[in-house]
């Protein structure tokens, strides 16, 4: 029998993995997220299973180890969170590197198509019955230029969309893909040219605040950015700035940069100390999300398959191909 610790769950989780996990698996649930104050409750485990806002630094493998934890399984696919050189050689690290790419891309374009026509605008209004179109004039998406960064799963299933609405299509990624349908620009011309820019690539040293107040400065005025991928991608100041003084003329944020201690929970009840999310959260041209985008029936039964897979894999060859390595 495999003991997992099950870190940061939500009812969803303990439904899905519940009703997959079979008869190898003992999981403990717990709804704290995994760091340094709660790491002891992995104690007398083989696995924690962790998500995307648990803290997963040298203190937590350090503790992780002692306590004889041989895998983190991370049922998500990035892994920014985990200090991977504390982990090389002594635990090992897996992930879900895709489950449904649909998820994601089909919520970015929910939140371009909400924002251009001013959908949450309008459905409070009428709910208060007033039936005024006033401010609710958006633009055609078809002939429109949305710059794509990251040309991935997501990215390329997000590109096909926006080729269905008609939309000229141009892309940026060190590394390109052959399923990619647009046309790959350099990343100071997708700044240029694009009447849209959403973001779906990974975190890291390199990409972290890639929209930044001098990004921002080179976008046409006006530009819609949308973030469905990681918060630190984009400087909050410096998009704060660029709403206010109209360079950017909307953005759909289902990330923050500081969403460790918001998303996911109800703080309906509370008052945010954050005065960034507040500030954008006020804002009538700006929609947040709290990490929704992955949240389908069909990608939770993709992250639960692939996270069992990865943990009997593991155990029961000693392998498994989802292993991140530190570089």
Not at 239 to 259: C, F, N, R, T
Not at 293 to 306: C, D, H, R, V, Y
Request: net charge neutral.
């Amino acid at each position: 029998m495999i003991t997992v610790a099950f870190f940061d769950t939500k009812p969803y989780d303990k439904q899905s993995f519940e009703s997959l996990k079979g008869e190898d698996l003992n999981i403990r649930y717990f709804e704290n997220k995994l760091n340094a104050d709660t790491v002891s409750m992995a104690a007398c485990c083989d696995v924690v299973c962790a998500f995307v806002n648990d803290t997963i630094d040298k203190f937590v493998i350090d503790k992780l180890c002692d306590y004889g934890v041989k895998l983190i399984a991370l049922r998500c696919a990035g892994y920014n969170n985990v200090d991977l050189k504390a982990a090389r050689g002594r635990i090992t690290v897996v992930r879900v590197p895709a489950y449904s790419p649909h998820a994601v891309a089909e919520h970015s374009m929910g939140m371009i198509l909400t924002l251009n026509r001013k959908l949450h605008r309008a459905y409070i209004r009428t709910r208060d019955h007033n039936f005024s179109l006033e401010g609710l004039c958006g633009y055609d998406l078809f002939g429109k230029t949305v710059g794509i960064i990251g040309t991935g799963k997501i990215g390329c299933v997000f590109a096909d969309i926006c080729k269905g609405f008609g939309m000229k299509v141009i892309g940026y990624d060190p590394i390109k893909n052959k399923d990619f349908c647009g046309k790959y620009k350099d990343i100071k011309d997708i700044f240029k040219e694009s009447d849209i820019i959403s973001l779906h690539c990974p975190l890291t040293k390199e990409d972290k605040h890639l929209i930044n107040e001098k990004a921002i400065e080179k976008c046409k005025k006006g530009v819609c950015i949308i973030n469905t991928s990681r918060g630190k991608l984009v400087d909050t100041s410096a998009l704060i700035e660029g709403l206010k003084s109209g360079k950017v003329g909307s953005a759909g944020l289902d990330v923050y940069d500081e969403e460790t201690s918001l998303f996911f929970e109800d703080k309906s009840d509370e008052i945010i100390e954050d005065d960034k999310i507040s500030t954008l959260i006020s804002m009538p041209n700006v929609l947040v999300t709290s990490h929704q985008a992955f949240l389908t029936k069909e990608a939770l039964t993709g992250i639960s398959n692939t996270t069992i897979s990865n943990i009997i894999s593991f155990f029961n060859k000693g392998k498994t191909e989802n292993e991140v390595v530190a570089q």
